[in-house]
């Protein structure tokens, strides 16, 4: 018994020292990539479809430099740290009509941008979810608090979920928020109002607005 109980421990001291071997090896970049990906996983695990699929795909630090964007928007940025940009399809609230944007996510807040102006700001403070589907789409709904600064709730298409989502629930500190849904979601349109979105099957992806006023994702 004693011997057993002495090679037990022994065996957790070297598999304790093979673990701190790896991670000093590790680079400050491959830290990063694992830690973000624990929380992909904490999120998606699972949930949604594409998942493991992504396992594979390093996430990278931005998808655009700060330099791709416009010089007014970054004076309007000015004093905060640009953490992330990524280029989404924004769709609107009322028609639904799709709209090249860019997602621009700072220390403390995640902008909406379309070229020289700053279309909508979220700060990380006020975030009150972040909804996807279970299926392989890429729509990403933040959700806002109803205030008179805010129009609603912003619907995004992005073409790296996965990442862009996990990159804001990190800088948000709001891991907690995310929701991966079935079927239906609602979303806050502005004045009190709601929208719903309707996540589907078919042959061929497509974003577009139903009979019954619906969004549907296919």
Same mark, same amino acid.
């Given at each position: 018994?004693?011997?057993?109980? &002495?090679?037990?421990?022994?065996?957790?001291?070297?598999?304790?020292?093979?673990?701190?071997?790896?991670?000093?090896?590790? @680079?400050?970049?491959?830290?990063? =990539?694992?830690? =973000?990906?624990?929380?992909?996983?904490?999120?998606? %695990?699972?949930?949604?479809?594409?998942? #493991?699929? %992504?396992?594979?795909?390093?996430? #990278?630090?931005?998808?655009?430099?700060?330099?791709?964007?416009? +010089?007014?928007?970054?004076?309007?940025?000015?004093?905060?740290?640009?953490? /992330?940009?990524? +280029?989404?399809?924004? /769709?609107?609230?009322?028609?639904?009509?799709?709209?090249?944007? #860019?997602?621009?996510?700072?220390?403390?807040?995640? /902008?909406?941008?379309?070229?020289?102006?700053?279309?909508?700001?979220?700060?990380?403070? @006020?975030?009150? $979810?972040?909804?996807?589907?279970?299926?392989?789409? $890429?729509?990403? !709904?933040?959700? !806002? +608090?109803?205030?008179?600064? =805010?129009?609603?709730?912003?619907?995004?298409?992005?073409?790296?979920?996965?990442?862009? *989502?996990?990159?804001?629930?990190? #800088?948000?500190?709001?891991?907690? !928020?995310?929701?991966? *849904?079935?079927? %239906?979601?609602?979303?806050?349109?502005?004045?009190?109002?709601?929208? &719903?979105?309707?996540? &589907?099957?078919?042959?061929?992806?497509? *974003?577009?607005?139903?009979?019954?006023?619906?969004? &549907? *994702?296919?």
């Amino acid at each position: 018994g004693f011997l057993m109980q &002495t090679s037990e421990m022994l065996r957790k001291i070297c598999m304790r020292n093979l673990v701190r071997k790896y991670c000093r090896g590790l @680079t400050a970049e491959r830290k990063v =990539q694992l830690q =973000q990906k624990v929380v992909t996983s904490a999120v998606f %695990s699972g949930k949604k479809e594409g998942y #493991l699929e %992504s396992l594979s795909q390093p996430f #990278l630090e931005t998808r655009l430099k700060e330099n791709d964007l416009n +010089p007014k928007v970054l004076q309007l940025i000015r004093g905060e740290n640009i953490k /992330y940009v990524t +280029p989404v399809i924004k /769709y609107d609230r009322n028609g639904f009509k799709a709209r090249e944007r #860019l997602l621009v996510l700072t220390q403390s807040s995640a /902008y909406v941008v379309e070229m020289a102006k700053i279309k909508q700001k979220i700060e990380y403070s @006020t975030l009150k $979810g972040i909804s996807t589907s279970n299926l392989s789409d $890429g729509i990403v !709904v933040i959700h !806002v +608090p109803e205030d008179k600064q =805010q129009k609603g709730d912003v619907i995004l298409q992005c073409e790296h979920i996965f990442e862009t *989502v996990t990159k804001l629930c990190i #800088l948000a500190n709001k891991q907690s !928020v995310v929701k991966v *849904v079935k079927g %239906s979601l609602r979303f806050r349109v502005g004045s009190g109002k709601e929208g &719903t979105m309707v996540f &589907t099957v078919g042959p061929e992806p497509q *974003v577009f607005k139903d009979k019954t006023g619906q969004l &549907t *994702v296919v």
